[in-house]
């Protein structure tokens, strides 16, 4: 059960619904998000809501049957939008569309693409400044001063950094650079790193995880959430599975699903579903009619010679045609 709270509800007065859930054996914990306080109630008895509606400081009260709770459509049915300011969002009435660089590799690269996604009016970059990387010997990231060059020229042209944080530790120096951070699907289940996004102000980028199911995304969403922070996109990235003819299973499926069962915003991620470059694109398109709202891609000037992922990075010509098919198959879907 949710409970919502009214703003100016007193400590005694919590601490009275508490009481009275008490009475049913139902657990209750708060949850202060940046936009409302609520309490979260478990328990399995029936309880006639109207017992704790008319209880003083309530606002709201909704029966969630799912084991996730805050980010259940059960409990909010209408979509949640991401507003990142300067006009840029994540909401149902434009496709959002994040490509660059697997990895930040130069001051150059990140020139180059800015004025690549500047000219195609592309608003947010993505770009790995600390990267997980299955060998420790490969490419681990520009670090943070990577990051800072990123941020200096995406902040000039208007647009919005998406990267990677991969402890908790980082988030305090990455903060003041960063727009979306995200979560690597090597972290989709680090709770303590969840715990620690719960409160921060900024969205969040929620990959699923290697072999993660999509209710276990939503439990890493929950966290967040019931951290306090309510801005959060949900991203399939393709999973494991027994297939071994590309990277990973792209999970068409999850879309259409996470769609119906939670309020958060969908993301599809082709590049690491798939892992191969010419395939990414149809994927990318076939993700925004299953209901994404949005798609993150990897791009390189020059695939061939990327510090990470160029097999599956398109160049920037590729991209172009991709960001036109994908806006032209988003109208096109607003017709089905
Ligand atoms: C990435 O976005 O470059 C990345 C490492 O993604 P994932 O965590 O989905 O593998
Ligand atoms: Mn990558």
Request: charged letters at 25%.
């Amino acid at each position: 059960m949710i409970i919502q709270l009214k703003h100016n509800i007193l400590s005694e007065q919590i601490a009275a619904i508490k009481s009275e859930l008490d009475k049913y054996k139902y657990s209750s914990s708060v949850v202060n998000t940046q936009k409302n306080s609520y309490l979260v109630a478990i328990g399995k008895a029936e309880i006639d809501i109207r017992r704790i509606g008319i209880l003083p400081g309530v606002a709201d009260i909704h029966r969630v049957s799912d084991d996730f709770k805050m980010v259940s459509r059960k409990w909010k049915i209408e979509y949640s939008e991401i507003d990142f300011g300067d006009k840029v969002k994540i909401s149902a009435s434009e496709l959002a569309i994040m490509a660059g660089p697997c990895s930040i590799e130069s001051e150059e690269q990140i020139m180059k693409t800015v004025e690549h996604l500047k000219t195609n009016n592309i608003r947010f970059m993505r770009g790995g400044v600390f990267k997980p990387r299955s060998s420790p010997y490969a490419f681990r990231g520009a670090g943070i001063e990577g990051l800072k060059l990123f941020s200096n020229y995406c902040k000039a042209a208007g647009i919005k950094v998406v990267t990677e944080v991969m402890q908790s530790s980082q988030i305090e120096e990455m903060y003041p650079y960063v727009d979306m951070f995200q979560v690597g699907a090597r972290n989709s289940q680090n709770y303590n790193l969840l715990d620690a996004l719960g409160k921060v102000d900024k969205p969040i980028l929620l990959k699923r995880g290697l072999s993660g199911t999509v209710d276990e995304l939503l439990f890493s969403a929950e966290y967040i959430f019931s951290g306090g922070n309510e801005k959060i996109a949900l991203c399939e990235r393709g999973i494991r599975t027994y297939e071994k003819a590309y990277r990973n299973v792209l999970d068409i499926n999850a879309i259409p699903y996470l769609k119906d069962k939670s309020h958060l915003p969908v993301i599809l991620d082709p590049s690491h579903a798939v892992g191969i470059r010419k395939y990414v694109d149809n994927l990318a398109l076939a993700g925004v009619i299953a209901g994404a709202d949005g798609v993150i891609f990897e791009m390189h000037e020059q695939p061939e010679i990327a510090f990470s992922d160029g097999q599956q990075s398109l160049n920037f010509d590729e991209s172009a045609k991709l960001y036109k098919r994908l806006r032209d198959t988003f109208e096109f879907r607003k017709l089905l």
